[in-house]
């Protein structure tokens, strides 16, 4: 008899926890995966900006893009704090230039079609939907 | 007096085991944060080196 009520009860507490775990993942995890593959897409990018150049002897295409990956860097970096903080607000504003310097790579190096950059403009956009620069609740959830 | 565990009653097996259940996700979260602290995580600058390929072209083609 026992036994049948601990069973019961571990059925029990296990819905209960099940219930309570969310569907999907924290925002600030969420967010944080969007910032770590714009940074991969960052990557990929600027490698085909320096085949480019080289191949073209194209220095100001190499400096453009050497230009373009330190603002994305930095922006990345602040973003990243930003999310460590918690200040998912903050977090969207950092990440506003490392977007817009991923879109000038782009432009710059030409068309690219590659899954990884597709996934990093599609997480951008995400990124932005999910913690738009200036949002008042961009608090960690 | 500190009761032995086999004279605990249903109702205390119940609450001890919710307890128990209801801890794992804290618990989860903290083995979690530990991950995160490890020197492999993947962070941002572990993805993009300080200055990237274009900029190493860049000063090749200043030289040349």
């Known amino acids: ?141 | 007096m500190i009761p032995s565990i086999p004279s605990l009653d249903a109702l205390t097996w119940i609450q001890l085991i919710t307890t128990l259940i209801r801890a794992i996700p804290p618990l989860r979260e903290a083995i979690g944060m530990i991950v995160d602290d490890h020197p492999d995580a993947r962070t941002v600058r572990t993805i993009l080196s300080e200055r990237g390929e274009s900029a190493e072209v860049a000063d090749e083609l200043r030289r040349e």
């Open chain 1, 1 to 141: 008899m026992r036994q049948l009520l601990l069973l019961g009860a571990l059925a029990a507490a296990a819905c209960t926890a099940r219930s309570t775990s969310p569907a999907e993942p924290p925002l600030r995890a969420q967010a944080r995966a969007a910032v770590l593959s714009i940074a991969e897409g960052v990557v990929i990018v600027d490698k085909t900006c320096a085949f480019v150049s080289r191949e073209r002897k194209d220095l100001d295409l190499a400096t453009s893009c050497g230009g373009d990956y330190k603002s994305a860097r930095d922006a990345l970096l602040a973003a990243e704090r930003a999310l460590d903080d918690g200040e998912l607000a903050r977090a969207g504003c950092e990440a506003v230039p490392a977007i817009r310097a991923l879109g000038s790579m782009i432009r710059h190096a030409g068309a690219l079609k590659e899954p990884a950059l597709d996934d990093a403009l599609a997480m951008a956009a995400r990124f932005q939907a999910l913690v738009p620069c200036g949002s008042a609740d961009g608090g960690a959830r």
